[in-house]
């Protein structure tokens, strides 16, 4: 998706309220996390787990979402990215809300005592084979460095019981995570599909998991209207960030 040229600088994107530099990042400031960082349910959160955070987006994006007592942990696998994530969040006003960890989650998960109300991931989707340049941008887009399986027992690991676990995923490939995450014993509460504009399919969709069972809500978002400009709830979901809004 096209961004103002104002916001796009110094190889990364700037925010209403913070900066994200992604340069030395394999996966860039993109709709996908955008869209997550500001679906994702905040109400009554106290910890939240950002499961490869990448430049730290949607750690920073949920920090400006939630009071100064939300702490959040970022595990990020990639050390050079973990270093920019940590350079992202030692220059944002939430410095000292957002602790970043250079970790392979499996390993992280293990060692962690604390639970979590929310979970974030925007996770690898791309099955070995999709060619991608580098061996930093395949461990960030192919499941062989995160599979999906073992991000839903990571997240199971360390997950309150009325916590989410949020997730956004090309829309055939977030049926089959649906399907996973049922039969590994996470409930369906909350699904958008997202189309680019009313004439289109969705190509994304953005799913909240949680281990307790209850209501599912679903809706549909179009990113445009007939006239090409936002639609009003891609506005209203992103006002607060976008710097042209």
Known sequence: MPHSKAQLRRNGFTFKQFFIAHDRC????GTDGILLGAWSPVAEVKRILDIGTGSGLLALMLAQRTGEAVSIDAV???ADAAQQAQENVSESPWADR????TADIQEWVNTCTRRYDLIVSNPPYYEKGVECGTPQREQARYTVSLDHGTL???AAECITEEGFLCVVLPEGLGNGFT???LESGWHLRLRTDVADNESRLPHRVLLAFSP?????FSDRMTIRGADQRYSEDYTALTQAFYLFM
């Open 212 to 216: 307790t069972q209850g209501e599912c």
């Open 76 to 78: 990020e696998l990639d």
């Open 152 to 154: 839903l027992a990571c």
């Open 26 to 29: 394999a996966m860039k400031v």
């Open 179 to 181: 399907q996973k995450a």
């Open 98 to 101: 957002i602790q970043i960890h």
